[in-house]
């Protein structure tokens, strides 16, 4: 079993700037991958960035340039700083991590953009 434990997120003006972080614990493999998804009212949940265990990072197109992922060895500790931020980048945020074939979610944070 793992558990994600998030902290992070809240309301921010446009133009802004955020950290998402997400503390995993229990029974982690070396080879992994970490990651956020996120889930804005009446749309279905999309992913917004990941890091593998081996340091190899990825992103949605439409935080490129905006979003970074980072990872902390060897707490399995993954943030996500979040600048110039849009009122369309309103929604929960999930951290997630895939693990020995088996996926994992944690409790999700909200983060709201006002123009």
């Known amino acids: 079993q793992v558990q994600l434990v998030e902290s992070g997120g809240g309301l921010v003006q446009a133009g802004g700037s955020l950290r998402l972080s997400c503390a995993a614990s229990?029974?982690?493999?070396?080879?992994?991958?970490m990651g956020w998804y996120r889930q804005a009212p009446g749309k279905q949940r999309e992913l917004v960035a990941t890091v593998t265990s081996s340091g190899i990072r990825d992103y949605a197109d439409s935080v490129k340039g905006r979003f970074t992922i980072s990872r902390e060895w060897p707490r399995n500790t993954v943030h996500l700083q979040m600048n110039s931020l849009k009122p369309e980048d309103t929604a929960v945020y999930y951290c997630?991590?895939?693990?020995?074939?088996?996926?994992?979610w944690g409790q999700g944070t909200q983060v709201t953009v006002s123009s």
């Open positions: 229990g029974s982690i493999f070396r080879i992994n991958v």
């Open positions: 997630h991590m895939s693990n020995n074939g088996l996926g994992y």
